[in-house]
């Protein structure tokens, strides 16, 4: 089975610094795929960026980009230019093969100061 | 509108009273899967299905039975709720089961069991 550990419960920035949330995982398979969610105050699920563990390039979309590091099982999830509206939960989560669904990490709760 | 909805967004029950949580998804998806999110623990698979009539547990299945007699339907069944049921409810669908499929959720039900 796998696992995924976020070890930041709690962050806090101030507007316009870039932040970095981690999250490491560990798995034996070799196909997977990873992925940040963010969950705002309304509680929604919303998918922020996903990483595919047989590319070698990390994925970027706009201000968020992720540094993933295979042979460490790391995946940390950077967020530049940080507005207000990032503030939310963020959760990592590991996707395998099987037919089971994702795994997530516990969690960190991004507070952006104004 | 593509959409994963849920009924009802929030409900509160005592214990012992069964209740049914509803999901529905218009995207034709194969795979559905419920999750419950508790502070501190993440989201935690508790049942899903991979097609019509194919159903299997999760992390944590005690205490819950799904159906899926329609390919948009997926409700999940509560049949003697107790206080440590008292949590947020997610269901998700994707296309099919493996890691290459986002998974799509729905916008949550918050249930409380007095």
């Known amino acids: 089975a796998q696992t995924v550990t976020q070890s930041q419960p709690e962050m806090s920035v101030q507007e316009a610094e870039t932040v970095t949330l981690s999250c490491t995982y560990d798995?034996?398979?070799?196909?997977?795929?990873l992925f940040w969610y963010k969950q705002p105050p309304s509680r929604q699920m919303i998918l922020v960026i996903r990483?595919?563990?047989?590319?070698?390039q990390n994925a970027t979309e706009n201000r968020f980009s992720v540094n993933f590091q295979k042979a460490a099982k790391s995946f940390s999830l950077k967020i530049s230019d940080s507005q207000l509206g990032d503030t939310a939960m963020y959760f990592c989560a590991f996707r395998g093969g099987g037919a089971d669904g994702l795994t997530f990490g516990k969690g960190t709760h991004l507070i952006i100061q104004p | 509108e593509a959409q994963v909805t849920q009924n009802p967004r929030y409900l509160i029950t005592v214990t012992g009273k069964k209740l049914t949580v509803t999901c529905s998804q218009n995207?034709?998806?194969?795979?559905m899967s419920w999750y419950r999110q508790d502070p501190g623990l993440g989201l935690r698979q508790i049942y899903y299905s991979m097609n019509v009539e194919v159903t299997d547990k999760g992390d944590v299945p005690e205490g819950y039975k799904v159906s899926r007699k329609e390919k948009r339907n997926f409700p999940l069944i509560l049949e003697s709720p107790s206080p440590n049921q008292t949590s947020l409810y997610f269901c998700?669908?994707?296309?099919?089961?493996?890691?290459?499929?986002?998974?799509?959720f729905g916008p949550g039900t918050r249930l409380t069991v007095t």
């Open positions: 798995t034996s398979e070799s196909n997977y795929y």
């Open positions: 998700a669908s994707s296309p099919g089961q493996g890691s290459f499929y986002e998974q799509y």
């Open positions: 990483q595919e563990a047989y590319k070698q």
């Open positions: 995207m034709n998806h194969e795979y």
